[in-house]
């Protein structure tokens, strides 16, 4: 990349994930584009990281294998009693989100 008006790689490479996810302005999103279309340095990691970010997007709709959530509050369970604090996860498991919310809320009260 030779020509001075072109934005500095390494500006490009911190816009990356912005440019792929459509975060940036208008302008800022030509600047990058333009940068890609020239800079031989540059564009092979956009392309690896828009193939990474549409694995991550695949990955996140498979379904979270039997028994993961439970092993995972288990583990997050029993560093929390290793702390003193006295928890119990619900038999059924419980939700998800009413686990998370009553994990986050113990975190955020004052003591």
């Given at each position: 990349m030779n020509d001075p008006s072109m934005i500095p790689c390494d500006h490009v490479v911190a816009q990356l994930w912005e440019y792929i996810d459509g975060e940036l302005t208008e302008e800022q999103a030509?600047?990058?584009?333009?940068?890609?279309?020239?800079?031989?340095?540059?564009?092979?990691q956009y392309d690896f990281?828009?193939?990474?970010?549409?694995?991550?997007?695949?990955s996140a709709q498979?379904?979270?294998?039997?028994?993961?959530?439970?092993?995972?509050?288990?583990?997050?369970l029993a560093e929390e009693?290793?702390?003193?604090?006295?928890?119990?996860?619900p038999p059924?498991?419980?939700?998800?989100?009413?686990?998370?919310?009553?994990?986050?809320?113990r975190f955020i009260q004052p003591r």
């Amino acid at each position: 990349m030779n020509d001075p008006s072109m934005i500095p790689c390494d500006h490009v490479v911190a816009q990356l994930w912005e440019y792929i996810d459509g975060e940036l302005t208008e302008e800022q999103a030509a600047q990058v584009q333009a940068h890609l279309e020239i800079c031989n340095r540059c564009f092979p990691q956009y392309d690896f990281q828009r193939a990474y970010r549409i694995f991550l997007r695949r990955s996140a709709q498979q379904p979270i294998p039997p028994g993961l959530r439970r092993r995972v509050f288990e583990t997050i369970l029993a560093e929390e009693a290793g702390s003193g604090e006295n928890v119990a996860l619900p038999p059924d498991g419980g939700s998800l989100l009413g686990s998370l919310r009553s994990l986050l809320d113990r975190f955020i009260q004052p003591r």
